[in-house]
C-alpha cells in the first residue's frame, strides 16, 4: 500500500496551524477601548518566509486596511510541501472584516491544490445569526448557526490582548470562542511568557554575485512571546505591539519570519527550483512526524499493547470500545467480526444513533448522487455487517489512493474517486449514512512499514463501534489503528499537540 494515502490529514492540520498564526480579529469588553485603539491602526503589510528546517518553501502576507466600519484584514500564503516524494503546492487566502471593536462582520476564505478548490465565506446578522456559505468544487451548501454572543474566533486572540493593553509579561487572558471548522464553541487561553526585541529586516537590495535579494537594513521590534492554547494544543509565536506574528515556530521544523518583500516572494520565485527542492526532499514532513516503532509488527494485528509517553490523554478519545486505556498502557483488539451482533436492519433508528447517520457540512449522505450510490452498492442488502462490508470493499476498490492537500467534499470525492485517507474516509461515512449505517469518523496512528504514521480511517455502529478502514480496505480495522480523535476534520487537528511529543513502545502484541 503506497503511504501517500497517510499524508492528508498530517498536512491539513500543518495548514489549519499556520492559518491561526496568519488571521487577526478579535471582539469581546472594553469596546470603547479597542475602537480606540483600532482607530490608531496604521494601514500596511507584513511579508513572511516560511521555512522547514531551515529550507524556504513558501511566502506569507498579512495586509491590514482602515475601513469605515472597522479593519479589512487580508492574509495570503503560498506553500510547496514536500511529502512523500512530492511536492504539494497550496495557495490559501482569507479576508475578514471586522468593526471598531474588532468584532467579526464578514470573512471570505479558499484554498487551491492540485486536489481542487475550497472555499467558504460568511457574514454575522445582528450578532445573533452566522451564515456560512461552503463551495467545494462545483457544489454549494448553506449553513445557519444561531449565535448567543459576538462572534470571537481562536485566531483573533493576539489582536484582542495588544490592543486590550494585556501585553504584560506573566498576564493571561481566556475567552470562549467560536470554531468555524466545527460550528461551536470552544476555550481558548492566551499567556504572555516573555519579552524581547527582535530584529527585522525592512529593506533589501539585490546581490549581484549571489543572484538574489539580501538585507539592506534592519529595523527593531519589541516583542511579546505569547502561547496560545485550544483544547490542549498551543501555537507559540512573537507578536508586535498591534498583535502582528514577527516569528513563529512549529514542532514540525516550521519557521515563519517577517522580512522585506522581495526577501520573502522575489527570492522564493526566482529561487533555483531544482535545488530548493533536492534540499526539501531531505525534509519530507510525513516521515518527519513519523514515530519510530521499536518493533517490527506483521500485517493485520490482532491485539496490540503500547506504553505511550511525552503527553498526557486529557481531550483525546483513547478509551473506550475496542481500546482500552490504564495509566499510559493502551491496548487495542480487533473486533471479530463473526461475534458482531448490531441488534437492528437497516435503516437503523432511534436518538442516540440520530447524529451519525444524518448530513453534515462537506459530508453530504443526503445528496441525491451519495444516495444513488449508496442504493447501488448496497442493493436490497438490510444486514448492517454485509452493509458494512459492501462499502468498505467498494470505496477500497473504487477510490484511487492519491496524495492530496484539500478539504474533501464526499460528493466532490465520488465524482473524482481519487484521494488519500480523509477523502476516503469521508465518503465511506457518506455512503453509510445515506443508508441508514450509523457511522462517524476517527482519526490517529495506523502502523506501516516500522513506524507509526497519522491516518484518519471510519467507525460504525454495529452493536458497538466497530473500526474499518476503507483505505486499506480492513473490515475490521486492525489492532495497528490507534485511535486519539473521534469526529471531523477539526478534531485531527488537534493531532499536532502530539507531534515531537508522543513516543510509543510497543509491549505486547
Known amino acids: 500500500m ?10 491539513l492540520g500543518w495548514i489549519a496551524s499556520l492559518g491561526w498564526l496568519f488571521t487577526r480579529a478579535a471582539g469581546g469588553p472594553r469596546g470603547e477601548a479597542l475602537g480606540d485603539a483600532v482607530r490608531a491602526v496604521e494601514p500596511g503589510a507584513m511579508f513572511y518566509t516560511v521555512m522547514l528546517g531551515g ?4 511566502f506569507a502576507s498579512n495586509t491590514v486596511d482602515t475601513v469605515p466600519e472597522g479593519l479589512l484584514i487580508e ?4 506553500l510547496e510541501v514536500p511529502a512523500l516524494g512530492s511536492v504539494q503546492r497550496v ?13 467579526l462582520q464578514s470573512f471570505e476564505a479558499s484554498m487551491n491544490a492540485s486536489a481542487g478548490r475550497f472555499a467558504a465565506t460568511g457574514a454575522v446578522s445582528g450578532d445573533s445569526l452566522l451564515t456560512v456559505t461552503l463551495h467545494s468544487g462545483d457544489r454549494r451548501q448553506d449553513i445557519e448557526v444561531p449565535l448567543h454572543e459576538p462572534i470571537v474566533l481562536p485566531a483573533y486572540m493576539p489582536l484582542r490582548i495588544a490592543f486590550g493593553g494585556q501585553l504584560e509579561v506573566g498576564a493571561s487572558y481566556s475567552l470562549k470562542t467560536f470554531d468555524p471548522l466545527q460550528l461551536q464553541s470552544r476555550d481558548v487561553t492566551v499567556r504572555v511568557v516573555d519579552q524581547s526585541t527582535i530584529l527585522v529586516p525592512d ?3 539585490f546581490d549581484s554575485t549571489a543572484m538574489e535579494w539580501v538585507a539592506a537594513r534592519f529595523d527593531t521590534v519589541p516583542a511579546w512571546r505569547i502561547e496560545q492554547t485550544t483544547d490542549g494544543m498551543t501555537v507559540d509565536a512573537w507578536i508586535d505591539q498591534f498583535g502582528r506574528v514577527v516569528s513563529a515556530s512549529s514542532a514540525m521544523g516550521l519557521t515563519i519570519e517577517r522580512t522585506a518583500f522581495e526577501l520573502a516572494f522575489l527570492n522564493f520565485r526566482d529561487r533555483d527550483r531544482d535545488a530548493s527542492m533536492a534540499d526539501a526532499m531531505g525534509l519530507d514532513i510525513i516521515q518527519q512526524t513519523a514515530i519510530a516503532s521499536n518493533v517490527v509488527l506483521g500485517t493485520e494485528r490482532e491485539t496490540l499493547r503500547v506504553v505511550m509517553r511525552g503527553i498526557t490523554p486529557d481531550g483525546f478519545d483513547l478509551d473506550g470500545g475496542r481500546q482500552a486505556l490504564v495509566a499510559d498502557t493502551l491496548t487495542v483488539r480487533r473486533e471479530d467480526p463473526d461475534t458482531l ?8 433508528s432511534g436518538p442516540d444513533l440520530n447524529p451519525y447517520f444524518t448530513a453534515e457540512p462537506l459530508l453530504q449522505s443526503d445528496h441525491p448522487i451519495i444516495q444513488a450510490q449508496a442504493r447501488q452498492i448496497v442493493g436490497r442488502q438490510r444486514r448492517p455487517v454485509r452493509v458494512a462490508r459492501l462499502l468498505v470493499d467498494w470505496v477500497y476498490n473504487e477510490v484511487d489512493k492519491e496524495m492530496t492537500v484539500a478539504i474533501p467534499s464526499a460528493v466532490e470525492v465520488l465524482e ?3 484521494g488519500d485517507c480523509n477523502e476516503h474516509t469521508i465518503l465511506f461515512v457518506s455512503l453509510a449514512r445515506a443508508v441508514g449505517l450509523p457511522a462517524r469518523t476517527a482519526a490517529g496512528l495506523v502502523y506501516v512499514d516500522g513506524s507509526f504514521y497519522y491516518h484518519a480511517w471510519a467507525e460504525v455502529y454495529l452493536g458497538g463501534w466497530v473500526a474499518v478502514d476503507p483505505t486499506f480496505g480492513q473490515f475490521p480495522a486492525d489492532a495497528s489503528h490507534l485511535r486519539f480523535t473521534i469526529g471531523g476534520l477539526a478534531r485531527q487537528v488537534e493531532l499536532i499537540r502530539l507531534i515531537g511529543r508522543l513516543s510509543l513502545e510497543v509491549v505486547g502484541t
Open 91 to 103: 495557495e490559501a487566502r482569507t479576508v475578514a472584516r471586522l468593526t471598531n471593536t474588532l468584532r
Open 416 to 418: 473524482t474517486k481519487r
Open 75 to 78: 492574509d495570503r500564503l503560498t
Open 55 to 58: 529550507v524556504p518553501i513558501g
Open 341 to 348: 451482533n448490531p441488534g437492528y436492519r437497516i435503516p437503523a
Open 2 to 11: 503506497n503511504r501517500t494515502t497517510l499524508a492528508g490529514v498530517m498536512l
Open 203 to 205: 529593506s533589501s537590495a
